[in-house]
């Protein structure tokens, strides 16, 4: 199979191209102070936030931040294949990434009011507001089921008293995508409801938590926030199946047409064995060294590939049926990243372990992935976890489980 060649462009995609890469090299151009990239989320100034937010709602009015979506939902309106030239011309273009969290979007398109998703989902897929997404508790990480933070109706708000934990990045969201018990005499599964909530509301207050990935976590905390009622999505005893929707494209259900898993870092580690020197030849002529970075080059294509394959299933529900899909993709990124993180330590020793501006090589990011690729394991669901929903969705264990509905149309 050939990994490397790509195929080639219809007319259409040619001409759409062009046009992108034209209004791409137009609407990056930034000041030089904000042109280095941060490794980390929580290193990123003020000012680049900024400024990324603002290209990603020039985007969005375009309808190119959510160009599958419909346009009175603020989307494109764009083929799979035109899609495809967006994602790729702006990946191509290094614009640095901010944390959103996009995936209230489709669960809103499932499970809200058409009153609900012609006031949200334009402001989200415009990339007017950002969004995190807070369903982690103290005690619930995994177990999404297991929340303690209540929401308990009164009139027409409810009031919201619980914490989150491990939310956003280092930023301050328009919206937090919420999980409560709303009934807590129910059985679990169906004691729950979903909440797009004010991000400022009264009651609301936020701790940036220290931890060995610089990416700017928060504790949340709510102290009887009163939430308008019309901010509840699916029902007040609907809140497991409204989760599952965004849980299953944050799995990857959805596929991706960007690279796959360690890209970034694979790409650096080949430039470094190049460059470096070791018993008086390239250290990419090592044969060891050689084997660890052609198989996780292999692997990352072997992601990649199938981020492409949910990708069409997931736009042609009409030819494919997505099931254990989503979790497949997942576990295989996770364990792809933590495999990579281990190539990185094997193939650059100690110098992995360097953030010095002068010694480090790859300009720390080696450094920086030894830190992220140990946190793989959890965010989203752990590998257990996704093992478990594949055998579910197999009939391979003693439950039997159904993917959650999820669509952009």
Partial sequence: MDF?????????????????????????????????????????TPELFEWVKQFRRRLGA?????????????????????????????????????YDNRFVAPSMMVWGTEEQKRHFLPQINRGEVLTFQAFTEPEAGSDAAGIK??????????????????????????????TAVTDPSAPRHRNMGCFYIPATLPGISYTTMELIVNIGKRFIFFDNVRVPAANLVGGDRNGWRVTQTSLEIEHGAGGNIGEGGGRSVLRELIRYTRETQHDGAALSKDPNVQRLLVQSYIDSHVLRLIGLRNFWMFNNKDKA?????????????????????NVVMEVAGPYALISDEKLAPADGEFESNQRQSITAHHPGGTTEIQRLIIARRLGLSRTAEEAAPATVA
């Fill in 4 to 44: 490397v060649t790509r195929v080639a462009d219809t007319p259409e995609q040619a001409k759409f191209r062009a046009e992108v890469s034209a209004w791409l090299a137009e609407n990056t151009k930034r000041p030089e102070h904000l042109q280095k990239e941060p490794r980390e989320l929580a290193e990123m």
């Fill in 62 to 98: 375009k309808g190119w931040l959510a160009p599958l979506w419909p346009k009175e939902y603020g989307g494109g309106a764009l083929s799979t294949e035109l899609t495809q030239v967006i994602t790729e011309e702006v990946g191509r273009a290094g614009v640095p990434r901010i």
């Fill in 149 to 178: 933070t209540t929401a308990i109706r009164d009139g027409d708000h409810y009031i919201v008293n619980g914490s989150k934990v491990f939310i956003g990045g280092p930023f301050m969201p328009d919206y937090l995508w919420t």
């Fill in 321 to 341: 049926r997505s099931t254990f899909h989503g979790s497949q993709s997942s576990l295989l990124r996770k364990t792809q990243t933590m495999a990579v993180g």
